[in-house]
């Protein structure tokens, strides 16, 4: 992925919906690469780190549940820009999925459904570059219900902390082996850098472990020569 | 937002002082307006001499190191900061360029909360206001960690600047008061005369309203009056010079030093309200910086009258918070300290024997010795603290005991009135009588340290403990070292002494738990404090006393005393360090108290309240604590019977 691709794509996204009717939020979202540069330096840019929680792992059936994300501009985790809510899967949650983030049906009897929560999500998702750890996970249920919604899958720049890790910290794999695989772990990449993760397993639990890896990360990726948004995107970006 | 998502981001600040003093929902509106911030270790964060820091930062995880670069180029390490401390504060409410560079000593997160919402807390918060004002209790982790390194450079000449830096004393306390002033349209002439006569070297230029205009100097006037030929009728305002910068009683004295360097001037305006109330010169300030130990001993041999004697102790203050900031080892501080106390003490002795031959009362009768004892004795005196003591002078036949008593109670009367205005405490009437009780001949003492050793009840010898810290701090005769082998050959032939001893002192072990509860010691007025000398440093001294007098060791100095029993294989190696470890930290904890102390003006003992620690400190107190219940129970398992 480059950005002049994602740019591309956005492009014709954008004449493929040009005659349509769309809410706001759509509509805000189709401008969201407008005016980025390639050549900005990773550290100063703004990102939204977020994390879903699903009632299972199956793409084909599961819902979310949950949803966190913390903002980080310039490095620094803003600690009062929060987004945290329940979603309604309009359907039970298997006992196995309780035991992993411990939401129950009772928690999310009353939660709007994912739709709504998603909506809220791109308000406060703005411009900024969406993170994310594993991101194509998260992304599968995200965009799902964007199509289904608005005809559009996301169109803000996503990047995965998973792939940052591995060009940054993992030496090449030429030969796909995939032996740095379990060090890009959530857990592991907490371990690695000391980080105690408070309440590991709720959607901005994770969030937030992730963005502390996230600050970490960025300076090790310009250490390692990847210093602009173009790199980043080349490197980490998922879609 | 209602309620902050994340707990265990909200309880790690409510661990943190003075964070931990707001309100549920204070609290949460202030995370919500802090960053979380990643600094790489050996990142500068705040680089001295640059911009204010615009954030207060709380460090969550890592450590930074605090440091002052000398125009050597090197760096002088002021502080190491960790988990639970917070760094910017300084620069930031004062608005002026950095002073120190922070770096992160290891990979560091840390809150961040911003200028504005930070200053509105120091303003409305009184906590807040209190807490992040200067403080000396602060900086206490930093002194050991720094250790007697600094110490050392206490004589060398370029940490003289750094002195004024780190001193705590402010613009008003240094100034000269007394002020030479004229009005702009005075003419040279007179201004000159007024300097001559007052003996002075400048004068300042004052409007009728007070506000300050310029200053007129020596030098002006070699250069700008006689040398440029100008007539001598002239009014002053046209030769003074204008450059005269202004600055506030309240400002610190590295600030005027500062403000001084920048300006290239010599003298600076104190002005509150635009009215000059003082001037102070480069002079004053190292008069401040000039306070090394070694100067502050060396005037007391000179002093020639009770009242300039008097003056020193609050300049040995002042090396003392040098000593401490600059990381002296709690050993070499108390050395210093109790140095200077015996030389005063000999100093005074020399001034009232002048007094009273002067009054007609005549010299000593007979020879005697000037003995310390409790913390004096051991060398452990904290500042102010009283001093106990004992005159021994030599037997005399029956019927001259009572007129020579007589000389020395009233020779004990005016050493205790003239210690306490030397800042020692206790002038009550109790102190006064006991004037009459310690004075006493040989063989009279000797009497009293048989009786106890052969056979004082406990509660007795509690009252008595004090007496086996003896040390002659002036002493004509040898009574001393021939007492301490008399004292040894009692005890061998009564050994149930130590048993007894033991018995006398408080068995009550160091609360450990205290650091949590916040209030263990019950004495009213001070719920939330603790007694530092009693739970933490008592139980060591009293057994520290226990194991000498068993050992037959003459050391009176309870880190001397533990030395020598570990050296004899009484206590083990790691032990022992642990106990040198709380002890010097425990004593540090006192002094810095005891210093803030006579700084805010009031007495508080020896307590300390918990809230004013940071975690380290607690950390450390903590397992202080730990180490001083090992070693009573110890003692308790060898001496108690």
Redesign the interface.
């Known amino acids: 992925m480059n950005l002049w691709q994602a740019k591309l794509l956005n492009r014709a996204t954008r004449l493929r919906l040009a005659h349509r009717r769309l809410p706001d939020e759509a509509r805000a979202n189709l401008s969201v690469l407008d005016g980025l540069s390639g050549r900005a330096p990773v550290s100063a840019q703004r990102y939204v780190v977020v994390d879903l929680e699903t009632t299972g792992l199956d793409h084909t059936k599961d819902r979310v549940v949950s949803v966190?994300a913390f903002r980080v501009?310039g490095?620094?985790?803003?600690?009062?820009e929060?987004f945290?809510e329940f979603a309604n899967p309009g359907r039970g949650i298997p006992v196995e999925s309780i035991k992993v983030h411990g939401i129950t049906p009772d928690n999310i009897r009353d939660a709007r459904p994912a739709w709504e929560v998603f909506r809220d999500f791109l308000g406060f998702l703005g411009r900024d570059i969406v993170v994310a750890h594993f991101a194509r996970f998260d992304m599968f249920f995200l965009n799902r219900v964007m199509r289904a919604q608005y005809g559009m899958r996301l169109q803000n720049l996503v990047v995965d902390t998973v792939l940052m890790c591995r060009a940054a910290l993992i030496e090449p794999d030429p030969y796909g082996q995939k032996k740095g695989a379990k060090r890009c772990s959530l857990d592991a990449l907490a371990a690695r850098?000391?980080l105690?993760v408070?309440?590991r397993h709720t959607a901005?639990?994770d969030a937030?472990a992730t963005?502390?890896i996230l600050?970490?990360l960025l300076?090790e990726m310009e250490h390692a020569g990847w210093k602009t948004l173009g790199d980043l995107v080349r490197v980490a970006g998922v879609q | 937002m209602s309620d902050f998502p994340l707990p265990r981001i909200k309880d790690f600040l409510q661990s943190v002082v003075p964070f931990d003093t707001m309100e549920e929902a204070e609290l949460q509106r202030v995370v919500g307006l802090m960053d979380l911030a990643y600094f790489p270790h050996g990142e500068v964060i705040i680089q001295a001499g640059e911009d204010p820091s615009k954030n207060l930062y709380v460090i969550m995880n890592g450590s930074v190191r605090v440091t002052l670069p000398r125009q050597t180029g090197e760096e002088l390490l002021i502080d190491v900061r960790g988990e639970g401390d917070t760094f910017g504060a300084l620069s930031l409410l004062q608005g002026e360029l950095a002073l120190f560079t922070v770096t992160a000593q290891e990979d560091l997160l840390a809150f961040m909360l911003p200028d504005e919402p930070f200053r509105a807390l120091v303003r409305d918060n009184p906590v807040f206001k209190r807490h992040f004002s200067f403080s000396l209790a602060r900086n206490i982790d930093a002194v050991r960690r720094a250790a007697d390194h600094h110490t050392t450079q206490m004589t060398g000449t370029d940490t003289l600047g750094l002195d004024a830096v780190l001193t705590g004393s402010r613009v008003h306390e240094l100034m000269s008061k007394q002020l030479l002033t004229c009005l702009p349209v005075t003419p040279v002439k007179a201004a000159a005369i007024l300097m001559t006569q007052r003996k002075v070297g400048s004068i300042m230029v004052c409007e009728a309203g007070g506000r300050p205009l310029g200053i007129l100097t020596d030098t002006d006037l070699r250069v700008r009056v006689l040398a440029a030929g100008v007539p001598s009728d002239v009014p002053v305002a046209e030769v003074m010079s204008r450059s005269m910068k202004a600055i506030s009683p309240q400002a610190f004295a590295f600030e005027a030093m500062i403000e001084m360097a920048r300006h290239g001037v010599h003298h600076l305006a104190v002005t509150e309200d635009q009215r000059l109330v003082g001037v102070i010169s480069d002079h004053d300030l190292t008069m401040v910086t000039g306070s090394s130990p070694v100067g502050v001993m060396k005037e007391v041999a000179k002093v020639s009258s009770l009242e300039d004697l008097a003056g020193l102790p609050r300049r040995m203050n002042r090396v003392m918070e040098t000593l401490l900031r600059l990381g002296g080892s709690a050993e070499y501080m108390l050395d210093v300290l109790s140095e200077f106390n015996d030389r005063l003490t000999v100093r005074l002795i020399r001034l009232t024997q002048t007094a009273m031959e002067h009054k007609g009362l005549g010299p000593a009768p007979v020879q005697f010795s000037w003995l310390a004892l409790g913390s004096a004795g051991r060398r452990e005196q904290a500042l102010h603290q009283g001093q106990d003591y004992a005159v021994v002078y030599a037997n005399v036949p029956p019927d001259r005991e009572e007129t020579v008593h007589t000389w020395f109670s009233e020779f004990a009367t005016r050493m205790i009135e003239g210690l306490s205005s030397c800042g020692f405490t206790g002038t009550s009437e109790a102190v006064m009588n006991d004037a009459l009780l310690c004075c006493r001949s040989e063989a009279a003492w000797e009497e009293s340290f048989m009786a106890w050793v052969e056979g004082a009840h406990p509660p007795a010898l509690a009252m008595a403990a004090k007496y086996f810290d003896l040390r002659a701090v002036y002493a004509e005769t040898g009574f001393v070292e021939t007492l301490w082998g008399k004292i040894f050959n009692a005890i061998e032939a009564n050994r149930d002494f130590l048993g007894r001893l033991y018995q006398a002192g408080p068995q009550t072990r160091p609360p450990v738990g205290f650091l949590r509860q916040f209030a263990v010691d019950f004495d009213g007025a001070y719920l939330d404090r603790l007694n530092l000398e009693e739970v933490a440093l008592q139980p060591v001294v009293e057994a520290a006393r226990i194991m000498a007098l068993d050992q037959r060791l003459r050391q009176t100095n309870t880190l001397e005393r533990l030395g020598a029993v570990t050296r004899l294989g009484l206590l083990k190696d790691r032990m022992a360090e642990d106990l040198y470890e709380a002890f010097s930290f425990v004593t540090l904890l006192r002094i810095a108290r005891r210093l803030e102390e006579s700084h805010n003006g009031k007495d508080e003992g020896a307590y300390l309240d918990p809230a004013e620690l940071n975690r380290v400190q607690r950390k450390m107190l903590k397992e202080s604590f730990q180490v001083v219940g090992k070693l009573q129970e110890f003692t308790a398992q060898r001496y108690a019977q």
Request: overall charge neutral; charged content about 15%.
């Open positions: 966190g501009v490095g620094h985790i803003r600690l009062g929060v945290n850098y000391g105690e408070p309440e901005l639990g937030m963005a502390l600050q970490r300076p």
